[in-house]
């Protein structure tokens, strides 16, 4: 999938009758994510964008990541009933600003939050622990192998740093709460 632009996002959200952050204060971030149609278990075929107003102009950010699990986890579940894949959608203050399994700050799931995912082709409203964060602490991921269990995955820790940036602006500007949301490929 190649790289998609802000206007194809943003069309997207509008015709899903989801919300589009358009606030010229600044910061009003849209964090979407787009799984791509072909998923390979493994790559980083997917890609997370960023958006916001800067008064009248806007702001667009994009970076490879995963939605996906890595094989390793498809293979070896730490749920018994299955790897949690996120159902696409929009979800309003699910994330906030914590330490990812307590070693570095990310996007984490909210604590009392749950989000719908499928595990073993079954729907469950049960998904916790469906962070946004980065592979290696340095340099390029190639494969996904371990780092994600379900989480969406940034390949490049630099891309990953950059986007924390922005969120911990946005933070403090409008508080620790992000939406994400989650289309696919063909919503584009």
């Known amino acids: 999938m190649t790289c998609p632009d802000r206007d194809a996002i943003h069309a997207a959200l509008r015709a899903m009758g989801y919300t589009l952050f358009t606030s010229p204060r600044g910061y009003d971030l849209n964090i979407v994510a ?5 998923t390979e278990a493994g790559a980083f075929d997917d890609w997370l964008t960023l958006s916001w107003r800067a008064g009248a102009d806007w702001q667009y950010l994009a970076f490879p ?6 094989q390793h986890y498809l293979d070896h579940p730490v749920h018994p009933k299955g790897t949690a894949t996120l159902i696409p959608g929009q979800y309003r203050s699910s994330h906030h600003i914590a330490k990812h399994k307590g070693r ?52 490049n ?7 924390m940036g922005v969120c911990r602006i946005a933070a403090r500007v409008w508080g620790n709460a992000f939406s994400y949301t989650l289309l696919e490929e063909g919503d584009l």
């Open 34 to 38: 787009v799984r791509a149609l072909e």
């Open 65 to 70: 990541v995963t939605t996906d699990p890595g």
């Open 104 to 155: 570095y700050d990310a996007l984490c799931q909210r604590p009392g939050t749950t989000l719908p995912v499928w595990r073993g082709g079954v729907r469950h409203d049960d998904g916790t622990g469906l962070n946004l964060h980065r592979a290696a602490a340095s340099g390029t991921t190639q494969t996904v192998g371990r780092w994600s269990a379900g989480c969406t995955v940034f390949a």
């Open 157 to 163: 820790a630099d891309d990953f740093a950059l986007f």
